[in-house]
């Protein structure tokens, strides 16, 4: 694969575009649907991840992510992935044209990371636009067995309607995408197999990710910018929740 050539990087960007082991990773946004509690930016203000400051102050057009993809590499890739602490379906039409390009320049997989609510959001069928547009994967945050824990440990303005929606939307991608991978954080009391037997009853993949643990380090304050990195699993892969 002959990639594009990245343009100049603007002195100290935001991280838009970050590499771990063989991946590399997109952030788009700090907004999200929810603010669910054991979400480390909503419990202590940490935006660290693998020693990456997600914290975005604005939302980069769709240009300024690209050259910070170029510029941190496509070539090899095993994936890449949109992620990070915001919902990334909130900016739909730039994660589409974004993973149109990642097609056309050769990327191999190109995976998105979300809460599943981008179809009771919007309205629209997120999940057949995120196949035509070239996207082979999708881990979706299930996170609760039913409806009224979920509407408890990821709260937001739709309660309960919440959870139904991520489960039609893990049905609709199951129907559209190669692959599709329901999650739920390990919380304390939580009721994981449930959430893995409706994952099996959905006919879609399913992986518990450890609680209180969030990218290849210990979360920190927001303002450190890189630290060292350590061999722990980045969540969801990647997702804060």
């Known amino acids: 694969m002959t990639a594009p050539r990245p343009g100049p990087l603007a002195p100290n960007p935001p991280v838009l575009a970050y590499p771990l082991h063989d991946a590399l990773y997109l952030n788009l946004t700090g907004a999200c649907t929810l603010a669910c509690t054991f979400c480390p930016k909503i419990r202590d203000d940490s935006c660290l991840v693998g020693g990456f400051d997600l914290r975005l102050v604005r939302n980069p057009p769709a240009d300024e992510v690209w050259q910070a993809a170029l510029h941190e590499g496509l070539e090899g890739r ?38 599943g609510l981008s179809m009771l959001r919007t309205g629209r069928d997120t999940p057949a636009e995120l196949a035509a547009a070239g996207v082979e994967a999708v881990s979706v945050s299930l996170n609760a067995p039913d409806a009224a824990t979920y509407a408890r440990l990821c709260p937001s303005p739709y309660g309960e309607r919440a959870w139904h929606a991520v489960v039609e939307f893990l049905e609709r991608c199951a129907q559209c995408l190669p692959e599709t991978t329901a999650t739920a954080v390990e ?17 879609v993949r399913f992986r518990a990710r450890p609680y209180d643990r969030v990218g290849r380090q210990p979360s920190g304050p927001c303002s450190a910018r890189k630290q060292g990195e350590d061999a722990s699993d980045h969540p969801d892969p990647e997702r804060a929740t």
């Open 78 to 115: 095993s994936e890449v992935v949109f992620t990070g602490f915001g919902e990334p379906t909130v900016r739909l039409p730039v994660l589409l044209d974004l993973a149109r390009r990642l097609r056309a320049a050769g990327v191999r997989r190109v995976r998105v990371d979300t809460d």
């Open 187 to 203: 919380v304390p009391g939580l009721d994981v197999e449930t959430c893995r037997r409706i994952a099996q009853r959905l006919g």
